[in-house]
């Protein structure tokens, strides 16, 4: 099935680990986000990549480090976690271009103990 | 900068019953994109419509119909005849054009609950 697919789904871990989730998008889309939803359901836009280049960073700490090895994939890792990671990430893909939708994986949600 | 507001924060409707979602926004950009998106309770982001600022066509898909007015900076969003199935938080989001690489600024997101 053509989609955006995240691993894990559910991630549990303690404070101070390091974890990565990973995105793949087969769409043939060329510009891929991290988004992350808080317990209040609010989205707010993380990173974002074109053909394999940062082109959106907003205000996150820098213990988020992303990671695009190609167009078709695009890795968070998070280093230190706290307990105000948890949330859940969503991977999103689209095709550059004025407008264009953006079509999102299921999400990962993150659980900081 | 680009801001949306969804101000209603639950609707409960009984099934049969239409709901509107109301979505305002605020830009500076002269051509912008306007989106929905459903989050059903299993936690998706379901893509519903887009609309560009220069095309004021309101549209009707099956149960789902859209009203867009640059006047009021509107683009709400009506289910006729609700079912169950449409329970869901709704999001209305925003990409202006000097965002030319699409980030989008979403409402805060407005729960439809469908009793049957």
């Known amino acids: 099935d053509t989609a955006v697919s995240q691993t894990p789904k559910y991630l549990v871990t303690q404070m101070g680990n390091d974890k990565s989730i990973k995105c793949e998008q087969n769409?043939?889309?060329?510009?891929m986000y991290w988004y992350k939803q808080d317990s209040k359901k609010f989205l707010k836009i993380m990173f974002s990549y074109n053909n394999k280049e940062l082109i959106i960073n907003e205000t996150v700490p820098n213990r988020f480090s992303p990671k695009s090895p190609d167009k078709a994939h695009l890795n968070l890792h998070i280093n230190s976690l706290e307990l105000g990671d948890s949330a859940v990430y969503f991977c999103a893909s689209r095709k550059s271009g004025r407008g264009s939708e953006q079509f999102f994986g299921p999400g990962t949600r993150l659980t900081v103990l | 900068a680009q801001k949306v507001t969804q101000a209603q924060t639950e609707i409960s409707v009984v099934e049969k019953e239409d709901v509107t979602l109301d979505c305002v926004y605020e830009?500076?950009?002269?051509?912008?994109?306007l989106f929905w998106y459903k989050q059903p309770p299993s936690g998706e982001l379901v893509f519903l419509i887009r609309r560009n600022s220069f095309d004021e066509q309101n549209e009707i898909s099956g149960r789902y119909s859209w009203n867009f007015q640059k006047s009021t900076s509107s683009f709400n969003f009506t289910i006729t005849a609700s079912q169950v199935v449409d329970s869901a938080v709704y999001f209305c989001?925003?990409?202006?054009?000097?965002?030319?690489?699409?980030?989008?600024?979403f409402g805060a997101g407005t729960q439809v609950v469908v009793t049957p």
């Open positions: 989001a925003l990409s202006g054009i000097t965002d030319s690489w699409g980030k989008l600024q």
């Open positions: 830009t500076r950009d002269t051509t912008y994109y």
């Open positions: 769409l043939g889309h060329d510009t």
